[in-house]
């Protein structure tokens, strides 16, 4: 335990190290360093495969269910993707030292807010590897080190992503310290950098909620949860059926795994003997699992099973989700407040003064009008990439990509003012 200590230690004083020079980098050579990582990644299609094959592999050996093995998987388009990405990320404006604001003081002070890097991040995430280049060129964008610790299903792909992206990075004249990865699986690796206040600005964890509760309480440093995802679709009276139908569907059967796939459906009761009919047409040829509350579960012919308290709130991850008949808006947002994670929540409705109601009330990183749940990701919204999607609401409520990875600090301009 001293010697892993130490290790976690080390790791983290270099981290804290570098982020002073990548901090002090201009765009010219950070945008650079991320156009050679493009390029690597292009390059090393094959190794990174093979790599990917072998976490493959052992997870099926491990009996890992289907969706989970979805997320770990990498292929020749999820490469591309990431290529396309740092590449994307190098041509974003970049934020360090922009003037959020000005203003001036009566006595000739010029007072603003300068946007600076959030200092040395460290990423605790599960699964998907191709989160490890993620996170990197976004903090690398904003100015910040990073200490990375994927699970340990992504062992093989996480340890030769991270080499790749220390290429770029020596290849461009920084010191690789800047994008470190814990190599290290056991779980006390993690609690160990809980403790280093000292070095780590925030933590970010993202993955499943006892992961991310365990680390919530053990941190010496702010916390940025990417917690479980939970999302809902109220579906108004007014709502165009075919259209919500085809959104329904995108939202549970495009990816069932992911945080962003829906997992709740409230329906107007004025719609609903018209309505379930339609959607149970649509989500038969996937076979979709309905818990339906007592109202609904007659409007079903094949799909539904009567729902349970514990499958209220819950992430399926699975062709599985939750159906309830609801009386109004306010009983949707009612049950929204109450089982939803503030994630995602969605209304299909034709009525103006429903959406916008919804939109305010519905408490939810991400809310939407007409629109899949699938959208809640930082590629989607025109981010480029996300180091995760907070659910927490400080510093950062959503996706979060280069400018939530930094903080602004005043800085005045003077010309002898003192005060009296």
Not at 31 to 44: D, Q
Not at 173 to 195: A, H, M, P, W
Not at 230 to 241: G, I, M, R, Y
Not at 363 to 385: H, P, Q, Y
């Amino acid at each position: 335990m001293a010697n892993l200590s130490e290790h976690i230690h080390h790791i983290a004083f270099q981290a804290k190290q570098a982020s002073r020079e990548i901090a002090k980098a201009g765009p010219e050579q950070k945008n650079a360093a991320l156009h050679s990582l493009a390029e690597i990644l292009l390059k090393k299609k094959r190794s990174i495969l093979e790599a990917n094959a072998l976490d493959i592999a052992q997870a099926k050996k491990n009996d890992l269910s289907l969706p989970k093995i979805d997320r770990l998987t990498i292929d020749e388009k999820l490469i591309d993707n990431m290529a396309d990405a740092c590449r994307f990320i190098a041509g974003l404006p970049d934020p360090i030292g922009a003037m959020d604001k000005q203003w001036q003081r009566p006595n000739g002070l010029l007072v603003g807010k300068m946007r600076i890097p959030l200092g040395v991040i460290a990423m605790i995430y599960e699964s998907r590897p191709n989160v490890t280049v993620d996170a990197a060129i976004l903090c690398l964008k904003a100015g910040n080190s990073v200490i990375l610790r994927g699970g340990s299903e992504a062992f093989h792909s996480n340890i030769l992503l991270a080499g790749l992206i220390q290429e770029a990075l020596l290849q461009n004249g920084f010191c690789k310290e800047i994008v470190q990865y814990i190599e290290n699986t056991d779980r006390e690796s993690i609690y160990e950098l809980c403790k280093l206040s000292q070095f780590i600005d925030v933590i970010i964890p993202r993955g499943g909620e006892k992961m991310v509760q365990s680390i919530a309480s053990r941190a010496t440093m702010p916390v940025l949860k990417h917690d479980k995802g939970v999302p809902h679709l109220f579906v108004d009276e007014s709502a165009d059926f075919a259209k919500t139908a085809e959104i329904i569907f995108n939202a549970k059967t495009q990816r069932t795994g992911v945080c962003n796939a829906l997992e709740g459906i409230l329906v107007h009761k004025n719609i609903a003997d018209k309505f379930i009919p339609l959607l149970e047409e649509k989500l038969e040829p996937k076979n979709v699992e309905i818990f339906a509350c007592e109202k609904s579960l007659p409007l079903f012919k094949k799909l539904a099973e009567p729902l349970r308290e514990e499958h209220k709130g819950k992430e399926f991850g699975a062709l599985q989700m939750v159906c309830l008949i609801v009386g109004s808006l306010d009983e949707a947002l009612d049950y929204i407040h109450q089982y939803g994670s503030h994630h995602t929540e969605i209304i299909c409705t034709d009525n103006y003064g429903n959406a916008q109601r919804f939109l305010r009330e519905a408490d939810a990183a991400m809310v939407a009008v007409n629109a899949s749940s699938r959208f809640n990701d930082g590629g989607e919204l025109g981010l480029g990439a996300e180091i995760g999607i907070s659910t927490t609401k400080l510093h950062a409520y959503g996706p979060m990509g280069v400018e939530e990875l930094t903080t602004t600090k005043f800085a005045v301009y003077g010309n002898g003012q003192i005060r009296k």
